[in-house]
Every structure is written in C-alpha cells, then in structure tokens.
C-alpha cells in the first residue's frame, strides 16, 4: 500500500549499489534493491515516490508492451524477400561499380535493427518490417548495407559515400522511424 492505494510491485535483490524503480510498458512495478537494504528502507523509498509511482503506471498502463516479433515462415520470407529483393537489384549498380560481388539477400523478422551486412559471407541480412515502411525508407536501409561493403564502419566516408548516391537519406532515414509499424527497432543497422 502506498497513500492508500495498493499496488503490486516485483523486488528483486541484486548486487548494485542503488534502489532502482521502474514502471514497465503495461504498468508493471519493478524495484531492485541491493543486497541487505532493510524493508522499512524500501517502503520509505515507495513512499516518498508515490506520486511519480500513480503518475507513471497510470501512463504505463495504456502502452502496449514492446511485441516480440515471431520469425517468418517460409511463405512470409518468400513474400518478403520478393518484395525486397528488385530494391536490391536496383542500388546493387552503385556498389558494383566498385568491384563489390552482388550480395545475397536473407529476409527474417529482426528485433533490434533494420538490416545487417555480412561483408565476410558476401550476405545482407534485411528485417521484413521493411515490407511495410515507405519504399524511400526502405531503399535507405538497402543503400546503407551495401555501403558496408566498401565502409564497414559508420565513418566520415561511410556517410560521404551514402550522400552522393542519396542526398535525402536523412529524410529517409526519419520516415523510417517514423513509420514503422512495430518502431522502435534501436535504428541501427
Ligand atoms: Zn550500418
């Protein structure tokens, strides 16, 4: 109970130095306390935050909980990569030009980014909720794979090469975010 409402809250001890409380998308309470920090410690702790505790879970409530995204089956990989696969085939010149092998693409359900480069197997790894973004955003993501092949890194010249091929790739880049259906994946790719 704290001022007078209750709420269920999920303590777990650990080794750390501060009592850390969170509210979870869903509403979930989550305190972590260090090792031996006494209970009238902790409930003094709640306490003294009870506004920020009502004020957040009633906020948390009404966000979903980040969805898990469950692999694709094959029909959805082959729906997906038939829609991905002519992007490719239309930025692969760029990097052709400069002697980079056409890479081959894989299409799965990816949790954290938009696309990988296995500059080392020759391979593009593409998240399928590219399907579902605007074909702008979704060039970007394929142009900044490729690119991986001459700049492995996000450097300087990585960024030079992408802003001579596609000028408006922060624009892109933006409506990605912005219109991702499960967003956000961390945006990095
Ligand atoms: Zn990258």
């Known amino acids: 109970m704290i001022n007078g409402r209750s709420y269920q809250i999920q303590l777990t001890y650990k080794k750390m130095r501060h009592i850390r409380l969170r509210v979870l998308p869903g509403g979930e309470i989550r305190l972590s306390a260090p090792f031996g920090v006494k209970p009238a410690l902790l409930k003094q702790f709640l306490g003294q935050r009870s ?34 696969q002519p992007i490719v085939d239309n930025l692969y010149p760029i990097v052709k030009a400069y002697g980079i092998p056409k890479p081959r693409i894989t299409v799965r359900a990816m949790q954290t980014r938009y696309g990988s480069c296995s500059v080392n197997r020759g391979r593009i790894t593409l998240n399928a909720i590219l ?59």
């Open 131 to 189: 399907t579902e973004v605007p074909q702008p955003a979704a060039e970007y993501v394929v142009l900044h794979e490729l690119a991986h092949f001459l700049h492995p890194n996000h450097s300087r010249n990585f960024y030079a090469f992408i802003e001579q091929y596609m000028p408006d790739w922060r624009a892109r880049e933006a409506l990605l975010t912005q219109t991702d259906p499960a967003n956000p994946p961390s945006n990095k790719q």
């Open 51 to 84: 506004e920020w505790i009502a004020w957040q879970s009633e906020q948390m409530k009404t966000q979903k909980r980040p969805q898990k995204r469950p692999p694709l089956t094959k029909e959805e990989r082959q729906k997906a990569l038939a829609c991905l």
